[in-house]
Nanobody
Framework: VQLQACGGGLVQAGASLRLSCVVSGRSIRGGTLAWFRQVQGQEREFVATVRPSASTIYAESVKGRFTISRDNAKNTVYLQMNNLKPEDAALYYC???????????????????WGQGTLVTVSS
């Protein structure tokens, strides 16, 4: 299973970006997909997840501004990021797991497959 993330860039505060992550090698239909982010020198932080049922969970810091979605036909997960803030700047990673339980979806070490990361920079 391979994941390829894209869509990062440099934007001003208040702008929007949409990240995409294409999964290859296995259908995502039964998988839990997630986005994490990481700032250099800090731990990887949970951002959002979408379950096979399409139910979603968000970190409090992005709730109301970010939307995670999935397109099973395209084997792709998206992260729509609105009203970006300087503190959202990070390397964003997508991940997928096919056995993860609900109580573990915020834990990066519970995901088996990861993308390479796409950089989001937000200027104030």
């Amino acid at each position: 299973v391979q994941l390829q993330a894209c869509g990062g860039g440099l934007v001003q505060a208040g702008a929007s970006l949409r990240l995409s992550c294409v999964v290859s090698g296995r259908s995502i239909r039964g998988g839990t997909l997630a986005w994490f982010r990481q700032v250099q020198g800090q731990e990887r932080e949970f951002v959002a997840t979408v379950r096979p049922s399409a139910s979603t969970i968000y970190a409090e810091s992005v709730k109301g501004r970010f939307t995670i979605s999935r397109d099973n036909a395209k084997n792709t997960v998206y992260l729509q990021m609105n009203n970006l803030k300087p503190e959202d700047a990070a390397l964003y990673y997508c991940a997928v797991d096919f056995q993860i339980i609900l109580s573990s979806v915020r834990l990066p070490n519970q995901y088996d497959y990861w993308g390479q990361g796409t950089l989001v920079t937000v200027s104030s």
